[in-house]
């Protein structure tokens, strides 16, 4: 196959992680699209939330119970993983621990994250499964210092997880798409293995249930904090990452590739001035803290702590990739600031 050439789309596809911000938008696409779905989730509640979100936004609701059947499963027993991959022709494996607070031991979240990643990848492939898209993430790629005489972070560059600034998720991270190339190269050469490392996600959730980066805008909409950090993070609205994960289906050319998807890099600053524009009413503080205060709050503060090693930076990554293969466009991030506001504010979760 050569590049831009597609291929007839599998007709079911399993989603590991369906509750999830990235994972209920997937769903979505993929039902508007035609496909049926197979969903995976940690307890029957998360399934009822799930199948409310997806169902109030799909563009035809019939026979939904049909087209999208949602299955209780734990990443960290096998149980029922094989027998849920039964008749599926893609697995798109977005489930990866995602805790409010970065433990100060990141073994647990490392060990689910890895294991989980290859009991997925092990029951598809011991059900005949053939292709496998992971939700991987630009932390996979930008915890570590850039090669001498490179620019920006693309998909040849690879966390270290032992540099300084590893955080325990970005840890897990890399190292659960470690495990997943290192298990088809060994283990599963019949797999074809694309992963998605999205940026910093920001858009329009499908339900209340919030994502960690859409609670950086509630918190910035909320203007309790007297200043900012000097922070920021290179960001991508969630429907584009939704639309990359449904794209490399029909692409042969992005097996066996890593592919970021990402706008640009949005300063804390700037993000809390695109918010002070758009509500003027609203008291949001678009001050910048000093480093030293950052620092001093962080002795007792853990989750400022955590943010210490990244202050100053501003890391730029390359999108030439999903470009290329996929011809994806990114939405303006300004865009998906704005859109996340609006919902955080008609549905009233600023308070």
């Known amino acids: 196959m050569v590049q831009g050439q597609t291929v007839d789309p599998p007709s079911t596809v399993f989603v590991t992680g369906a509750s999830g911000y990235i994972a209920k938008h997937i769903c979505l696409k993929l039902l508007n699209e035609g496909y049926r779905v197979v969903g995976s989730v940690r307890t029957p509640a998360r399934a009822e939330e799930t199948l409310i979100a997806v169902r109030d936004h799909l563009d035809d609701d019939a026979d939904i119970d049909d087209r999208l059947r949602l299955v209780a499963l734990d ?65 996979a790629i930008m915890s570590r210092d850039l090669p001498d005489g490179q620019q920006v972070y693309d998909e040849t560059v690879w ?42 996600v920001l858009g329009t959730p499908l339900d209340d249930h919030l994502s960690a980066s859409i609670k950086v805008v509630q918190r910035l909409l909320r203007g309790k904090h ?40 949005v300063h804390l600053v700037e993000m809390a001035k695109i918010l002070a524009a758009a509500y003027p009413d609203r008291r949001i503080v678009t001050r910048q803290a000093p480093d030293w205060l950052i620092r001093l709050i962080g002795l007792v503060d853990k989750p400022v702590r955590s943010l210490i090693p990244r202050l100053g930076e501003r890391d730029e990554v390359s999108t030439g990739r999903a470009e290329d293969l996929l011809d994806m466009t990114f939405a303006d991030v300004e865009l998906s600031i704005r859109a996340t506001a609006d919902f955080l504010i008609t549905r009233g979760l600023i308070k």
């Open 226 to 265: 007297p200043a900012l950090p000097d922070l920021g993070f290179t960001c991508v609205d969630v429907k584009d990452i939704a639309e990359m994960h449904i794209r490399v289906l029909t692409t042969p050319a992005s097996i066996g590739q890593r592919i970021i998807g990402a706008d640009r890099f």
């Open 75 to 139: 990443l960290d027993d096998d149980a029922g993983w094989y027998e849920a991959m039964l008749g599926v022709d893609a697995l798109i494996h977005t489930a990866s621990p995602l805790p409010l607070e970065q433990p100060d031991d990141p073994r647990g979240i490392v060990r689910t994250a890895v294991d989980g990643a290859l009991r997925a990848m092990r029951a598809a492939q011991a059900a005949g499964v053939g292709r496998v898209v992971m939700t991987s993430s630009t932390a």
């Open 159 to 200: 966390s270290d997880p032992a540099h300084p600034s590893i955080t325990p998720y970005a840890k897990s991270k890399t190292l659960a798409e470690r495990a997943a190339w290192n298990f088809v190269a060994r283990e599963a050469p019949g797999l074809n293995l694309t992963t998605i490392n999205p940026s910093f």
